[in-house]
């Protein structure tokens, strides 16, 4: 993976971004960074709004703030992913009020990544098998993205 060089995307461009928001779709789990942007929807059925920066992850991994896992990909798994539900709902809550900016960021040449933000909370993905299969993508709305594997 490469560091961060000046103009080029890398996940080190959400450095002083706000975690904004964690969803999903399915069991993919999708964490916003960054400022509000709207689009058109494809469909032609309105706009959306989203954060500019979108990390979508379909490996392991967990967001933890201090010693506690807040929620996990595990969480995806239970009960239809009502488990996943109820602890973003939670942490959504708390980044609206807290607006945590994004403070340092690892990537290791397996693909983990490390995100550290304010308030002691960390994301962290760990792909867990050799399969090329995509693990995460981070994407900067209508622009450039960077995935692993690549």
């Known amino acids: 993976m490469p560091e961060d060089r000046g103009d ?15 969803g999903r779709t399915g069991r993919m789990a ?5 400022e ?18 979108a990390l979508h992850v379909s490996c392991p991994f967990r967001v933890t703030q201090g ?7 595990e969480d995806l798994r239970r009960a239809g992913g009502a488990s996943f539900d109820r602890g973003a709902a939670a942490l959504d809550g708390y980044l609206a ?3 945590p900016l994004v ?27 050799p399969s090329r299969a995509e693990a ?3 994407l900067e709305r209508f622009g450039t993205h960077v995935a692993f594997p690549a």
């Open 97 to 99: 009020r807290v607006a």
């Open 103 to 129: 403070e340092a960021v690892r990537v290791a040449p397996t693909g983990d990544l490390r995100i550290d933000i304010q308030h002691g909370i960390a994301v962290e993905v760990f792909p867990a098998t």
């Open 36 to 53: 509000p942007v709207s689009w058109e929807a494809p469909s032609g059925a309105g706009s959306l709004t989203g954060s500019r920066y």
């Open 67 to 73: 010693t506690r896992i807040v929620v996990g990909s």
């Open 136 to 138: 995460w993508r981070l």
């Open 8 to 22: 080029e995307f890398t996940p080190h461009t959400c450095v002083g971004q706000p975690f904004a928001d964690i």
């Open 30 to 34: 999708i964490l916003g960074f960054g």
